[in-house]
């Protein structure tokens, strides 16, 4: 149609307002042939009862007319009106629809708006719902969509069809052999049904949707082409169960109660043994399940990719996947049980798990600092900067923080405790902290906000781009704002930030390090600790306040380790390079795969310098190899102060490695490791070891990494 509305976002200079108006209906027309609408149509041109329509497509006997509504600066109309004229065109069209040859088989009509926005009021949204009503594809729909159906094929489309209310016009109906359960009071079906025929029927939560109770991720092409490949084309099974809930209530025909049901089982072949097998659950019942009629009959609760792969496996007629499903279980229900599903599952991207945490439980501590890190997303000088799974899929070249990063720092520094990371005295309290989870919530965000406003008035633009604004920037300017809290014991006022964060400035400006280097330098947890030790050094000094420090005897221990970590990983890398390679690559020979590729996306492409960038764990990873090990071992185990075998010097290595991911990720020690004492021993028997052996080798005075 003619007439356009919004979109938020000044308009390239060489496009003219139209032009980017026929790209955007072109672009919906597209969508729609990618989804497999037939009879697509639409343009400048296209006239149904005399009304100009962007776009048309069908399916079965449902026609989708869509008007195509852009958002400019200079051309603001409000979303309402746009509302308001497409109803006003219904009558017309729909009796035109029904004349005309073309469309002789259309027996429903779906009106649409697309727009560009990503954000649309709830007014707005109010206002299109009545009737009649108007659906709304907004940018997010559309992308979600295009996304999917790149990844899932022709699936992607039952699952539009169900977000706009179409049902098949053709009834495939799907029996399946079941158990019913009763399971404390909840009613669970247990069955094996064709994944094909599921496909259709099922429909998934995700959260990309910006749908505030979605709770799924998005699925990944990648890894469903793999289970198909790697695993459904191999063995033709998958032996998890699917987990789903019905959105409508399934129609159950019982064949009886399975208690007290005698069955006489015969033993292995040849064996005179029996078994008599007594079915006593009078909770369950055998019988047949039919799935209702309809494109979002279930929801998919957990197992999508498992699903979805058996679209691309070769799979024959009657092959199966095994199901449980709940009866009738709220989208809140749903997402707690995802959670306890996936919150041990390294799969789930922790953004989507910290945003969840936010919705589903506010006033936990987690729940808080989620929020909080949604306000500060809000408002402010972070205002649109932070990735959140609700607000949709992430824009491709557009840099945002990571939600998971922010969330984990605040936690990490502990901003919303009784006491932040470095309050050691029992009359150190944080000033930020309150008890009722909504007050927390408004202290720690203003505060916050208001450190941040500071860092983006004082710093340069460049300096903001380059490193402090990154996650690794934001990360160490969370642990500096916790310093001050410590240094000050108040929630610090304007006048405060700008000497401090004014002081971090001219320190950063000093420095002598290419920025480069220092983001590399905070690749790892371990890094981003050392820089910030030596920020706080630099701005103590600066501002002559020695109060303004990390204290601990954990942080000497860090210190010495992290030295340890250096040396010891140069070490080993000169011996795995000094020696013989088979394949003439030390690299490929010697570094296990995993690490490899660890450091090449991390970094972009294999170091240079690999020394520099591997952390204990991994060299410890590295020494599993027997001959690897043995290229090291004289280093360990021989002399009066090294190791009396190979598996003392592990156990000792191991111990340590264990106390230094603890102390770098902030997590409890695995049971059995927690004797600092015996940590201390360990340490100082392999830092001398190493010393020893470098000074040997090298005839330098290498300084006693122990001490």
Same mark, same amino acid.
């Not at 509504?69 to 729909?94: N, S």
């Given at each position: 149609?003619?007439?356009?509305?919004?979109?938020?976002?000044?308009?390239? =200079?060489?496009?003219?307002?139209?032009?980017?108006?026929?790209?955007?209906?072109?672009?919906?027309?597209?969508?729609?042939?990618?989804?497999?609408?037939?009879?697509?149509?639409?343009?400048?041109?296209?006239?149904?009862?005399?009304?100009?329509?962007?776009?048309?497509?069908?399916?079965?006997?449902?026609?989708?007319?869509?008007?195509?509504?852009?958002?400019?600066?200079?051309?603001?109309?409000? #979303?309402?009106?746009?509302?308001?004229?497409?109803?006003?065109?219904?009558?017309?069209?729909?009796?035109?629809?029904?004349? %005309?040859?073309?469309?002789?088989?259309?027996?429903?009509?779906?009106?649409?708006?697309?727009?560009?926005?990503?954000?649309?009021?709830?007014?707005?949204?109010?206002?299109?719902?009545?009737?009649?009503?108007? $659906?709304?594809?907004?940018?997010?729909?559309?992308?979600?969509?295009?996304?999917?159906?790149?990844?899932?094929?022709?699936?992607?489309?039952?699952?539009?069809?169900?977000?706009?209310?179409?049902?098949?016009?053709?009834?495939?109906?799907?029996?399946?052999?079941?158990?019913?359960?009763?399971?404390?009071?909840?009613?669970?079906?247990?069955?094996?049904?064709?994944?094909?025929?599921?496909?259709?029927?099922?429909? *998934?939560?995700?959260?990309?949707?910006?749908?505030?109770?979605?709770?799924?991720?998005?699925?990944?092409?990648?890894?469903?082409?793999?289970?198909?490949?790697?695993? #459904?084309?191999?063995?033709?099974?998958?032996?998890?169960?699917?987990?789903?809930?019905?959105?409508?209530?399934?129609?159950?025909?019982?064949?009886?109660?399975?208690?007290?049901?005698?069955?006489?089982?015969?033993?292995?072949?040849?064996?005179?043994?029996?078994?008599?097998?007594?079915?006593?659950?009078?909770?369950?019942?055998?019988?047949?399940?039919?799935?209702?009629?309809?494109?979002?009959?279930?929801?998919?609760?957990?197992?999508?990719?498992?699903? $979805?792969?058996?679209?691309?496996?070769?799979?024959?007629?009657?092959?199966?996947?095994?199901?449980?499903?709940?009866?009738?279980?709220?989208?809140?229900?749903?997402?707690?049980?995802?959670?306890?599903?996936?919150?041990? =599952?390294?799969?789930?991207?922790?953004?989507?798990?910290?945003?969840?945490?936010?919705?589903?439980?506010?006033?936990?501590?987690?729940?808080?600092?989620?929020?909080?890190?949604?306000?500060?997303?809000?408002?402010?000088?972070?205002?649109?900067?932070?990735?959140?799974?609700?607000?949709?899929?992430?824009?491709?070249?557009?840099? !945002?923080?990571?939600?998971?990063?922010?969330?984990?720092?605040?936690?990490?520094?502990?901003?919303?405790?009784?006491?932040?990371?470095?309050?050691?005295?029992?009359?150190?309290?944080?000033?930020? $902290?309150?008890?009722?989870?909504?007050?927390?919530?408004?202290?720690?965000?203003?505060?916050?906000?208001?450190?941040?406003?500071?860092?983006?008035?004082?710093?340069?633009?460049?300096?903001?781009?380059?490193?402090?604004?990154?996650?690794?920037?934001?990360?160490? !300017?969370?642990?500096?704002?916790?310093?001050?809290?410590?240094?000050?014991?108040?929630?610090?006022?304007?006048?405060?930030?700008?000497?401090?964060?004014?002081?971090?400035?001219?320190?950063?400006?000093?420095?002598?390090?290419?920025?480069?280097?220092?983001?590399?330098?905070?690749?790892?947890?371990?890094?981003?600790?050392?820089?910030?030790?030596?920020?706080?050094?630099?701005?103590?000094?600066?501002?002559?306040?020695?109060?303004?420090?990390?204290?601990?005897?954990?942080?000497?221990?860090?210190?010495?380790?992290?030295?340890?970590?250096?040396?010891?990983?140069?070490?080993?890398?000169?011996?795995?390079?000094?020696?013989?390679?088979?394949?003439?690559?030390?690299?490929?020979?010697?570094?296990?795969?995993?690490?490899?590729?660890?450091?090449?996306?991390?970094?972009?492409?294999?170091?240079?310098?690999?020394?520099?960038?591997?952390?204990?764990? %991994?060299?410890?990873?590295?020494?599993?190899?027997?001959?690897?090990?043995?290229?090291?071992?004289?280093?360990? *185990?021989?002399?009066?102060?090294?190791?009396?075998?190979?598996?003392?010097?592990?156990?000792? #290595?191991?111990?340590?490695?264990?106390?230094?991911?603890?102390?770098?990720?902030?997590?409890? !020690?695995?049971?059995?490791?927690?004797?600092?004492?015996?940590?201390?021993?360990?340490?100082?028997?392999?830092?001398?070891?190493?010393?020893?052996?470098?000074?040997?080798?090298?005839?330098?005075?290498?300084?006693?990494?122990?001490?």
């Amino acid at each position: 149609m003619q007439s356009h509305s919004d979109v938020s976002g000044a308009l390239p =200079q060489t496009q003219s307002y139209q032009e980017i108006a026929a790209d955007f209906e072109g672009h919906i027309r597209r969508f729609m042939k990618k989804m497999k609408f037939k009879g697509v149509d639409g343009g400048p041109t296209f006239k149904i009862g005399g009304n100009q329509i962007d776009a048309v497509g069908i399916h079965e006997r449902t026609l989708f007319v869509i008007e195509c509504v852009l958002r400019t600066r200079g051309a603001d109309q409000p #979303l309402r009106a746009k509302i308001k004229a497409l109803r006003g065109i219904m009558f017309d069209v729909k009796k035109a629809v029904h004349s %005309e040859k073309k469309y002789k088989d259309v027996e429903e009509i779906r009106f649409i708006i697309s727009t560009t926005d990503r954000v649309i009021k709830k007014e707005d949204l109010e206002y299109a719902g009545k009737i009649p009503p108007i $659906y709304i594809w907004d940018g997010n729909l559309i992308e979600y969509y295009r996304s999917l159906q790149r990844k899932v094929g022709q699936y992607a489309k039952y699952n539009l069809l169900a977000e706009m209310g179409v049902q098949p016009v053709v009834k495939r109906e799907l029996r399946v052999p079941c158990m019913k359960i009763r399971v404390y009071d909840r009613t669970l079906y247990s069955f094996f049904a064709p994944p094909r025929d599921l496909l259709r029927f099922c429909y *998934v939560a995700r959260r990309e949707m910006a749908r505030e109770s979605y709770y799924q991720r998005l699925v990944e092409r990648r890894r469903i082409l793999s289970i198909a490949t790697d695993f #459904l084309n191999k063995h033709g099974v998958f032996p998890n169960s699917v987990l789903l809930a019905f959105n409508k209530p399934p129609v159950f025909s019982s064949l009886g109660r399975a208690g007290g049901v005698m069955k006489q089982v015969m033993g292995p072949k040849g064996s005179k043994a029996q078994a008599n097998i007594r079915l006593t659950a009078d909770d369950v019942e055998l019988g047949v399940l039919i799935f209702p009629e309809e494109y979002q009959s279930c929801w998919i609760i957990d197992g999508q990719h498992r699903l $979805y792969a058996f679209a691309f496996a070769r799979a024959s007629a009657d092959q199966k996947i095994s199901v449980i499903a709940f009866d009738k279980l709220p989208l809140e229900e749903q997402a707690r049980y995802f959670l306890d599903i996936n919150s041990n =599952q390294k799969p789930v991207p922790p953004d989507l798990l910290w945003d969840l945490k936010g919705e589903l439980m506010p006033s936990s501590r987690d729940g808080v600092i989620s929020r909080v890190v949604k306000e500060l997303n809000d408002k402010g000088s972070l205002r649109n900067c932070i990735y959140l799974p609700a607000v949709g899929l992430k824009k491709p070249g557009k840099k !945002l923080l990571k939600f998971s990063g922010m969330c984990t720092d605040i936690k990490r520094r502990k901003l919303s405790e009784k006491q932040t990371e470095h309050m050691q005295l029992v009359s150190d309290k944080n000033p930020l $902290y309150r008890r009722n989870p909504d007050l927390q919530v408004q202290r720690l965000s203003a505060a916050l906000n208001d450190y941040f406003e500071m860092v983006n008035e004082v710093l340069s633009t460049e300096e903001k781009h380059e490193f402090w604004l990154q996650n690794s920037g934001v990360a160490i !300017l969370v642990a500096l704002y916790e310093c001050m809290l410590r240094r000050i014991g108040t929630m610090p006022d304007k006048q405060e930030l700008r000497v401090y964060v004014g002081a971090l400035g001219k320190t950063f400006r000093d420095q002598q390090d290419d920025v480069r280097l220092l983001r590399l330098q905070c690749s790892s947890e371990g890094g981003r600790t050392e820089l910030t030790r030596e920020f706080v050094s630099k701005i103590a000094s600066l501002l002559g306040d020695q109060d303004f420090s990390i204290p601990g005897a954990s942080a000497a221990f860090e210190r010495r380790v992290s030295r340890f970590e250096r040396e010891f990983a140069g070490f080993l890398v000169q011996k795995l390079a000094e020696s013989p390679a088979a394949s003439g690559n030390w690299i490929r020979d010697r570094i296990p795969p995993g690490i490899i590729d660890r450091l090449v996306q991390s970094y972009g492409k294999l170091p240079d310098d690999i020394a520099k960038y591997l952390t204990l764990g %991994e060299c410890n990873e590295i020494l599993r190899s027997k001959s690897n090990w043995m290229l090291v071992k004289d280093a360990f *185990v021989r002399g009066p102060r090294g190791f009396p075998s190979e598996d003392a010097c592990r156990i000792a #290595l191991e111990y340590v490695t264990e106390h230094r991911n603890a102390m770098i990720h902030k997590r409890p !020690l695995r049971p059995g490791y927690s004797d600092e004492v015996l940590r201390d021993a360990y340490f100082r028997k392999l830092g001398r070891c190493l010393t020893e052996t470098i000074r040997e080798t090298s005839g330098s005075q290498a300084d006693q990494l122990h001490e």
